[in-house]
């Protein structure tokens, strides 16, 4: 049995390589948990939504915000090496500041 994955190696040199403003990428889906990247550029949103299970945010590279809540009351500013966790089924949405790129872990319950 195979004990490690190599998932991706991020080539962290600054700027945001995007065909389109809005670019989203699975790179793992295991058992337990689905890691999705995730490029936001010339100040694009993934509007307000939901998931159903626990997630993480983690910001690789460029600036954006991280709002939370009914309202989107409450937020968080998302910059290279912030890390960011958010229980299941609570609204969000992340917009780019004026570009991002992140990964969200969503972790399956058994």
Known sequence: MKNIVLVEEFDFCGSIQTKKDIEVRELFAG?????VE???VNGRALKKHMVAEP???????GHGVFRVGVELENS????????????ARIEHEVIAEP???????????N
């Open 55 to 61: 997630i993480t945010i983690f910001c690789l590279a």
């Open 31 to 35: 058992l337990h948990r689905r890691i």
């Open 76 to 87: 968080q500013y998302l910059k290279p090496g912030t890390l960011i966790s958010l229980e």
């Open 99 to 109: 570009d991002i790129h992140f990964l969200i872990t969503k972790f399956k319950g």
């Open 38 to 40: 995730v490029k936001l």
